[in-house]
Each structure stands twice: as structure tokens, then as C-alpha cells.
């Protein structure tokens, strides 16, 4: 089993810059693949960025050029730099994580593992 915990979330106004992470714990050598996933209130859960082992990564439209997803996997870290944060960033942030090799265009109830999340509100 592997738990996630998100952490670093919070209020910023328009234009601002937060860094979320995500620890794991557990059987950490059992997934390759991690991702941050975001839900706002009467939204869908929509998946913002992943990486693979091998540090490829991909972005969703809405953050692409403002987010940056990166890892430290000898910490069994996950991170996810915003800049150029805006209102409709606002949301839950989640990590989750899975044995799969890659997970991009993944549906959040198809990963192995996933975290309970940290909030971020952004004001304009």
C-alpha cells in the first residue's frame, strides 16, 4: 500500500506563485507514475500534470507554461510549482500515483493510489 499526503496549499491573489507537494509513504517502489489532479466546487475532477520514472512530463491545456510538475524520488516527493496563478485555478489539488508507466489522460478512479488533498484559493 502507498499513502499520499498533499501539502502547501492556500490563498494567493492574482498573478501569485504556490508550490504544492505531495509525500509518499509505504511501498513506494510500486508505482512509476504520479500526477496532480484538480476539482473545483460543481466541476469535475480534471487532471492537470504528470511524470513518469523517466521525468517525462505532461500538462494539461488550462496550466500549460504556468504549472511545472517535477519529483524527487529518492525523497518519494512530488511536486507542483504554480506561477501565474488566476481565479479559476481555484480548487482542491490531489496527488495520486500508479504502476503504470505512463498516465497522462488518466480518469482519477483509475489510478492505484490517490491523496485526499490540499485547497488553493486564488483572488483576483
Known amino acids: 500500500q502507498v499513502q499520499l499526503g498533499e501539502s502547501g496549499g492556500g490563498s494567493v491573489q492574482s498573478g501569485g506563485s504556490l508550490r504544492l507537494s505531495c509525500a509518499a509513504s509505504?511501498?513506494?517502489?510500486?508505482?512509476?507514475?504520479m500526477s496532480w489532479f484538480r476539482q473545483a466546487p460543481g466541476q469535475e475532477r480534471e487532471q492537470v500534470a504528470a511524470?513518469?520514472?523517466?521525468?517525462?512530463?505532461w500538462y494539461g491545456d488550462s496550466v500549460k507554461g504556468r504549472f511545472t510538475i517535477s519529483q524527487d524520488r529518492a525523497k518519494n516527493m512530488l511536486y507542483l510549482q504554480m506561477d501565474n496563478l488566476k481565479p479559476e485555478d481555484t480548487a482542491m489539488y490531489y496527488c495520486a500515483a500508479d504502476g503504470s508507466d505512463f498516465c497522462s489522460y488518466y480518469e482519477w478512479t483509475a489510478f492505484d493510489y490517490r491523496g485526499q488533498g490540499t485547497q488553493v484559493t486564488v483572488s483576483s
Open positions: 509505504g511501498a513506494t517502489d510500486s508505482f512509476n507514475c
Open positions: 511524470i513518469d520514472d523517466n521525468g517525462s512530463t
